[in-house]
Every structure is written in structure tokens, then in C-alpha cells.
């Protein structure tokens, strides 16, 4: 079978198309034919190595690893102890670990899966499950956002951006979100009350204070989110760089003391309960799927680099194979 890997840290260019033998589930596992995967925060992180913590497992250089963290797809086989899916279903979640949705078979557990909503098409369900779940994860189980509260979103343009702004906007919170210039327009089509371009204004030097702040990139320092932030306020931020997670995990605490602010990481677990939870607001019409642009297979290279050089819309999917 045809897999999508990498062996050296850098660019898209670093991509190659290799053969690997087609896999055979354990007994607690499901061979699935994947249809579609879709591309995250989480692949740009480990195709560069940068965080340094992307690098865990390969330090120097990757050992021939596979992007692709989303997918969704046909259980193919189970396994002798599978009990939950058999062969025929229509499958969609995120791989274990985050990547080796790039190809055309993988053999997974079933305990990141959920069955595909019949209404629900294999493109838009490869590109739910990570970022549906940061979005939900921000926005419902760690902030609880409310009708009339303040939202921002710094990275609203991107994956989980567009997921969040939706969410926020259908709880009724008025939303501003942050991004470069080419994606003002998007931000406003998915329900921004307002936006800015991060290169022209600094949301956190602007005097403005807000509920809640989503930092999908994660590159601001304690002090300077914390007054942006209203009484009781909220600030997480996913991933970012190593120094940026020390500062917040060692002044977490003294901010919650001295303001009754709230500072800090947002931990996302990979989790079908999320996963889930976020396809009910797309199967009841609350909520759509933002997809930048379907790539067939053999574009990869032109996916990813789309996504890498800032200029997706939302989410790039890939579409591995035929249904």
C-alpha cells in the first residue's frame, strides 16, 4: 500500500511516497481503508520538529514517520476481541498518537473511533476530530462560555479557529477574531462580530478586555494576556513555544491569586467524547465544517505547504481514496 512519510525535519518538500506492507489487525483492532485525513497544528509541529517537544521519539531526525492525525474511512477487518464496529462501518477519528493517517490502510483500536452520522460526508468527518475537539475543549468543558460574554480567538482562521468562532457565535458570545490579513473576510463568514490583523494591532496592547481568550498559538507572555482579560477571566493557550508553557505553568498561580484570573495551558486529550459531542452541533446545522480545499492523495506536498505558509482557510483535507 502507498504511505506518505518523512525522514528528516523541514519543509513539505521532505514528503515522499513509499510502499509498506498492507497491515493485519490485532485482535483488539480494525483494519480501516482510510477515505480521507485532514491536516492540523499537530502535523506542521512534527513535519518541522519545532517545538522541541514535536521531536519525542526522534530527536535527531524522524524514523519514517507518517503525518495525518485525522481520518476517516471503511472498517475493512476487525479483530477477534472487537466488538463495537464490524466490517462495513463508516468510521471516523483521530490516530493514536497523533499521525499515520497518511495512507491507504491503518490499523487502529477502536477506542479514538466513532461511527460516521450517515448525514455526515467522509470529507467533512476527516476534518472534525482534532480540531473540533480543541474548539470544543476551549469553548465548552474548560471556559463554559455564555450568552453576552467576550470571546477571542487568536489563530481564528485556521482548523480549530473556524470551529471555535461557530461554537462561540451559536452560544452567543460575541467573538473577535485574530489572524493574518488574507483571512479577515473568512473570519467574518464564520460569525466574527469583529477582526484584526495581528500585524496592524496587538490585541493585547489595544485596551480591550475579554471573557475569554483562546490562543491557538500560545506565543504570549502571563503579563501581557492577563490585562486583556476581564474579572474572572480566562486565557489558553495550545501548544506553543517550550519557554512560553514554562512561563504560564509557573505564574498560573500567582495570577489566579492576586486577580481571580484565570492563566494558563489548555490540555487536549485525544478524546471521542469531544469528537462526538462537536459532530452533534454539525449533524443538528448549528455548525459547518470549513474546508479550504480538497487535495487528492498524490498533491500532499501542495496541501501541507498551503497550510504551512498561512494561507488555508480553514481545514485542508486529502482525500486518500474512493468510498
Known amino acids: 500500500m502507498d504511505v ?10 521532505n514528503l515522499y511516497v513509499t510502499q509498506r506492507e498492507k497491515p493485519t ?11 480521507a485525513t485532514s491536516f492540523n497544528g ?37 479483530g477477534s476481541a472487537v466488538t463495537d464496529f464490524k466490517v462495513g462501518d ?7 498518537g497523533y499521525r499515520g493517517g497518511l495512507a491507504e490502510y491503518v490499523c487502529v483500536d477502536g477506542a479514538l473511533l466513532a461511527h460516521k452520522p450517515a448525514g455526515l460526508s467522509f470529507i467533512d468527518a476527516a476534518a472534525l476530530p482534532q480540531a473540533g475537539t480543541i474548539a470544543h475543549r476551549g469553548i465548552i468543558t474548560e471556559a463554559d462560555v455564555q450568552a453576552g460574554q467576550s470571546v477571542l480567538i487568536n489563530g481564528a482562521g485556521g482548523a480549530g479557529g473556524s470551529f471555535a468562532i461557530q461554537l462561540a457565535k451559536h452560544l452567543g458570545a460575541t467573538v473577535t477574531g485574530v489572524d493574518n490579513e488574507h483571512k479577515l473576510d473568512f473570519m467574518r ?11 496592524k494591532e496587538d490585541f493585547a496592547q489595544n485596551g480591550q478586555q475579554y471573557d475569554l481568550i483562546l490562543d491557538l498559538f500560545g506565543t504570549r507572555s502571563p503579563k501581557t494576556v492577563e490585562q486583556s482579560l476581564s474579572a ?7 501548544g506553543g513555544p517550550v519557554r512560553r508553557i514554562l512561563q504560564l505553568f509557573m505564574q498560573e498561580q500567582r495570577i489566579q491569586q492576586s486577580s481571580g484570573k484565570r492563566v494558563g495551558m489548555m490540555q487536549v486529550p485525544q478524546s471521542r467524547e469531544d469528537v462526538v459531542a462537536m459532530t452533534q452541533f454539525v449533524v443538528d446545522g448549528h455548525i459547518k465544517p470549513a474546508i479550504d480545499r480538497v487535495f487528492e492523495f498524490s498533491e500532499v506536498q501542495q496541501a ?20
Open 4 to 13: 506518505i512519510a518523512f525522514d528528516k525535519y523541514g519543509s513539505a518538500d
Open 25 to 35: 489487525p490485532a485482535a483488539d483492532q480494525l483494519l480501516i481503508k482510510v477515505i
Open 42 to 78: 499537530s502535523d506542521k509541529e512534527m513535519l518541522r520538529g519545532s517545538p522541541f517537544y514535536a521531536r519525542i521519539g526522534g530527536f535527531v531526525r524522524p524514523k519514517s514517520w507518517v503525518l495525518g492525525s485525522d481520518i476517516a474511512g471503511i472498517v475493512e477487518q476487525i
Open 90 to 96: 463508516e468510521v471516523y477519528g483521530e490516530m493514536p
Open 189 to 199: 463568514s464564520m460569525g466574527a462580530d469583529s477582526v484584526i490583523d495581528y500585524k
Open 232 to 238: 474572572d477571566g480566562i486565557y489558553l493557550a495550545v
Open 304 to 323: 501541507l505547504g498551503r497550510m504551512l505558509d498561512g494561507r488555508a482557510l480553514g481545514k485542508i483535507v486529502v482525500k486518500v481514496s474512493d468510498a
